[in-house]
């Protein structure tokens, strides 16, 4: 588990230089510390912040999230106040990528497909796509499809289990909190 910590930068963040540079400090602790079960990026005490510093900073983040360039699991967002969540969710949006918000547990972001998604793995906490897709009522490839924009936005921890009978791949999936037990 690691915390990172954004007021560091500032409590009035602004520009993509400082951005990048929030981003590289972030990234250079993730990778000294991996694995990293779970990534808290903490806005707390950060009052406003740019357009362009938090594309810099967050959308690229998301960016290595979902290529698979950094070496953590789930991912949340904590201490967002209303100014620095509208940001967040600008951003978010126009990058079409999602996140989590570890203080309500709500998606942030591109999120209007995935809201019923995200709800139903929360319900079902510890799960597998077959289970996911029962639940929604959808087809297996629809399920599989939406996991894995939730897996590479760190919402949710992918694990790869023993395959069925007749072949393939299987996975559980997991939510940020039951990762971090693990």
């Excluded at 996911?132 to 399920?143: C, F, G, H, Q, V």
């Amino acid at each position: 588990m690691l915390t990172y910590t954004v007021k560091e930068h500032g409590a009035f963040l602004f520009a993509r230089t400082v951005g990048a540079d929030a981003r590289r400090s972030l990234e250079e602790q993730v990778v000294a510390n991996a694995p990293v079960a779970l990534l808290t990026i903490d806005f707390g005490g950060v009052e406003a912040m740019t357009n362009s510093f938090v594309d810099e900073f967050l959308g690229k983040v998301y960016l290595s999230l979902a290529a698979g360039d950094l070496p953590t699991s789930t991912v949340q967002l904590t201490g967002l106040n209303e100014e620095t969540r509208d940001g967040v969710t600008v951003c978010l949006e126009r990058r079409k990528q999602i996140a989590v918000d570890g203080d309500t547990n709500e998606l942030l972001g591109d999120a209007a497909l995935l809201s019923d998604t995200w709800a139903a793995a929360r319900r079902l906490g510890n799960f597998r796509a077959a289970q996911l897709a029962d639940e929604l009522t959808i087809s297996l490839p629809n399920a599989n499809n939406r996991l894995k924009k939730l897996v590479e936005a760190g919402a949710l921890y992918r694990e790869r289990g023993a395959g069925p009978e007749r072949g393939g791949k299987e996975f559980t999936y997991r939510l940020a909190s039951d990762a971090e037990a693990r």
